[in-house]
């Protein structure tokens, strides 16, 4: 691949990384990610592959923007409201940066799309809002032999993992999703707008990471952060032989979806972080 | 009843042993235990054996919460 002068200097903050270089900007510039919800995580990610020059962004959601979304969804503007959230976000990412070529899906990722939308990229990142989503997305990454980094946000906490083919999976820790009735989501128990940014911009350094094979991805780790105390922690996972999508005798082999959570946030709950 | 030193999430706490892991998610004010994942040592243990898991000395415990959001 040969870049023209301006991508030398559009890019130049990466190649003049010794760990980067020209090679792996051309890494990033061939690069193909899916990134699932253009919404408070899928923000800060598209935005910044955006800037890096990925070479193919591919969205998926189904929503349009909401007036509640501005607060922390930073892809998308006052202008947008009620536009397709796939639209307004392919309109920044052209605008960042026209090398990058945008794939827009409006559309829920769903068992039956899954397989079909993950196979043309190299990496997908889990922007997602509810735990259904987020164990298909694992069921499809595994299965389809996809790495991909997972992403959870909370009130003022965050947790997020990468996982590699053969490296612990979502379920290795979390096995199936919690009971929905007792699932607090964003939109019923309320985000720092900024977590997302915090959250969001960690995974999309993985994305990077892995296009251009720099340093040791967050894999067989669980990083979790508190913004309140501003405290980080990394727990160690491991592979589970027992576990259901890629233990030795999986019980999972075809992509099905959890109920969707629908409660209503119960008083007086706390959520303690350590 | 002995005093015991475990650790949760990375601190050290004392604890008075026999005790379950159902036991110490109450003592932990886990409002919520259906929204937490725990590993002992490492090892997942399922939900529904939290309450005949138990606790013992020098155990390494790391409470994971489910975190749901990201729109």
């Known amino acids: ?274 | 009843m002995s005093k015991s030193t475990i650790a949760i999430n990375g601190e050290e706490r004392e604890i008075t042993l026999p005790l379950s892991l159902g036991e110490l998610i109450k003592q932990n004010n886990v409002s919520q235990p259906d929204m937490v994942s725990i590993q002992v040592n490492g090892e997942f243990v399922f939900r529904e054996r939290f309450d005949d898991t138990p606790v013992n000395e020098g155990d390494e415990i790391d409470f994971l919460y489910f975190m749901g959001g990201g729109r």
Not at chain 1, 192 to 205: P, S, V
């Open chain 1, 1 to 274: 691949m040969d870049f023209r002068a301006d991508q030398i200097e559009r890019y130049s903050r990466h190649i003049l990384l010794q760990d980067i270089g020209v090679e792996g900007q051309e890494k990033i510039s061939k690069g193909k990610v899916l990134v699932v919800g253009a919404g408070g995580l899928g923000a800060p990610v598209l935005l910044y592959l955006a800037a890096a020059g990925v070479g193919r962004l591919g969205v998926i959601d189904g929503d349009v923007v909401d007036l509640s979304n501005l607060q922390r969804q930073v892809i998308h503007f006052t202008p947008d409201v009620g536009k397709p959230k796939v639209l307004s976000a392919k309109e920044k990412i052209r605008q960042i940066n026209p090398d990058v070529e945008v794939v827009t899906y409006q559309a829920f990722f769903t068992a039956e799309n899954a397989f079909d939308i993950i196979g043309g990229y190299d990496f997908i990142v889990d922007g997602t809002d509810n735990f259904p989503v987020k164990f298909l997305i694992n069921d499809a990454c595994v299965l389809g032999g996809k790495a991909f980094s997972h992403g959870g946000i909370l009130r003022f906490e965050g947790q997020t993992f990468t996982h590699l083919p053969g490296t612990a999976c979502y379920r290795c820790a979390f096995h199936s999703p919690p009971p929905p009735d007792a699932v607090p989501t964003c939109s019923q128990a309320g985000v720092l707008g900024a977590i997302a940014g915090m959250l969001g911009t960690i995974q999309a350094a993985e994305t990077l990471k892995f296009l251009t094979g720099t340093g040791d991805l967050l894999t067989d780790r669980l990083l979790s952060f508190q913004a309140k105390s501003m405290t980080f922690r990394t727990v160690a996972l491991r592979r589970r032989r027992h576990c259901p999508v890629c233990g030795e005798h999986p019980v999972i082999t075809a992509l099905h979806e959890a109920e969707q959570a629908v409660c209503e946030l119960k008083k007086n709950e706390t959520y303690p972080f350590i």
